[in-house]
């Protein structure tokens, strides 16, 4: 394992050149990076205009990544993300044209205007790590993760997302608007068009290496307990609760609060690492209840009564 200075210092460097095209947002550049280093994939919730394209595109810049984008709409085909079996007349076959999921980056923007036979579509490839066509598998590349957006204010024209596709998703990141002094920051650079390259700072090779790095990492066994113990309690009789997290949120809380001690440059994982994961791990996992909805409470407004019912080793 590189040193820990090492260490931070190569996430600073891929943060400043994401910088260079985003200004703030801190926390879903937090999450992708967590993501990929985690093989999790993310859902990102907030209004246009948060650079939620900008920010994926940069980052694989910085990572030396391929990325490509598919815009969700309703009339959406299956094929039209993952490809189809095409007929050649020159050669009376049949032909295998592969569709834009096959990269390494892979927005879906506005996933949700699409309706669910669309959004299944996704579900092989970000289980299994591959896609089927026809009669023949075929293995996606290598990293792989899926970074979905939804607009929360839109009600009309959208399908909501199932249980069985939103449990893929390893985190969903809140997105806030940018402090006024990041607004006129983004304002001053678009005006005066002052964008600068994006550098490479590592490689496919370089971050499987810091997955393994991250694999690594010491967590005690009762840390471990914690995370088991606040994925149980999700589960446990509440009036806000319809229904607790699956085991799959057992499996991404270790492992987002894993790569979270990773990117703050430690060689171990603390509680607060899990507590600090447990927001975005579990949110999209808890189903409230309807009297909940019906009062308007938050879903991490319960997750907070939750985690602090837990005792913290």
Known sequence: MVGKRDMKNKIESIKKEIAKA???????????LIGLFSEG?????????????????????????EFKRVQFTPDLLPSDIIGAEIYDPKSSSFKIKKGPIFTQLLLADEINRSPSKVQSALLEAMQERQVTI??????LPKPFMVMATQNPLEQEGVYRLPEAQLDRFMMKLLIEHNS????????????NKSSQAIASIVDAKE???????????????????FIVALIRATRATNQNIRY???????????KASKSHA?????????????VKMAYP???????????ARAKGVRVDEVLKEVISGVEIP
Do not use: C, W
């Not at 971050?207 to 307990?225: C, F, G, M, Y």
């Open 134 to 139: 026809g009669a023949e598998s075929f293995a």
């Open 41 to 65: 994939h993310i859902l990102v919730e907030g209004v246009p205009g948060l650079a939620k394209t900008t920010t994926v595109k940069a980052l694989s810049l910085a990572l030396d990544l």
């Open 207 to 225: 971050l499987e290496t810091i997955s393994q790095e991250i694999n690594s990492l010491h967590i005690d066994a009762e840390v471990e307990r």
């Open 180 to 191: 006024e002094e990041e607004e006129l920051e983004i304002m001053r650079r678009i005006a």
């Open 262 to 274: 990773y990117l703050l440059g430690k060689d171990f994982v603390s509680p607060v690492d899990v």
């Open 22 to 32: 985003v200004v703030g947002q801190e926390e879903m550049v937090n999450g992708l």
């Open 281 to 291: 791990v579990l949110r999209h996992r808890v189903g409230l209840s309807y009297e």
């Open 244 to 254: 607790g997290a699956s085991p799959r949120a057992s499996i991404d809380l270790y």
